[in-house]
C-alpha cells in the first residue's frame, strides 16, 4: 500500500483516541509516538502505536486492527466463533450465526466488533454487526459484515 501522507498526532487527538478505544473496548492503548497515516489507493487511515498499525478508521470512526486487538485483550464488543469458522472468517468472510458461540452482550445494530476464536482467544477479523449481540447465536442468517482480517492489506502494512 502507498503512504499519502504520515503525521504526528497532537496530544488532544491521542486523548481522544484513547477515550473512545476505553469507552468502546475496555482497553487502553499506550505508547510514545502516535502517527497517523494515510494511503493513496484506499479509504484506510491508521494510527500507528510506536511503529505498530493498531488503530484504524472505519467510517470516521478509531477502533482497534487485528494486531491491535490482539495485544490489548479487549472485554467489549467480542464474537467469539468456532474452529469451523476460523478459515471463512480469517479469508474475510462475513459471519454467519452458526459459527458464533457467543458474543458480549454490549453488541448493537451498527457497532464495530471483533471476531475471535475459542480455543485460544485470538482475535481474527473487525467487523460491522448487523444484530444485537444477544442476537448472534443461532442457527441461520448473515450478523457481521467483515471490514478488516488477519492475512489483508491492512494487517500486512508494515509501519
Do not use: C
Request: charged share 30%; proline share 4%; glycine share 8%.
Amino acid at each position: 500500500m502507498q503512504v499519502k501522507s504520515r503525521h504526528h498526532l497532537r496530544s488532544d487527538a491521542i486523548s481522544e483516541i484513547e477515550e473512545m478505544l476505553s469507552a468502546q473496548l475496555g482497553v487502553s492503548p499506550e505508547g510514545d509516538t502516535y502517527e497517523r497515516v494515510e494511503f493513496e489507493e484506499n479509504d484506510w487511515e491508521v494510527v500507528l502505536i510506536d511503529g505498530e498499525p493498531q488503530v484504524a478508521f472505519f467510517d470516521e470512526e478509531p477502533f482497534l486492527t487485528v494486531r491491535g486487538a490482539n495485544a490489548y485483550d479487549p472485554e467489549k464488543h467480542v464474537v467469539t466463533v468456532d474452529s469451523g469458522a476460523i478459515s471463512f472468517v480469517s479469508d474475510g468472510a462475513d459471519v454467519m450465526r452458526p459459527g458464533i458461540t457467543e458474543a458480549t452482550d454490549d453488541i448493537s445494530p451498527d457497532d464495530l466488533v471483533l471476531i475471535a476464536e475459542e480455543s485460544h482467544g485470538k482475535v481474527l477479523a473487525v467487523g460491522r454487526a448487523r444484530v444485537e449481540g444477544s442476537e448472534m447465536v443461532g442457527n441461520e442468517g448473515k450478523v457481521i459484515d467483515s471490514l478488516h482480517h488477519v492475512g489483508d492489506e491492512l494487517y500486512e502494512f508494515a509501519g
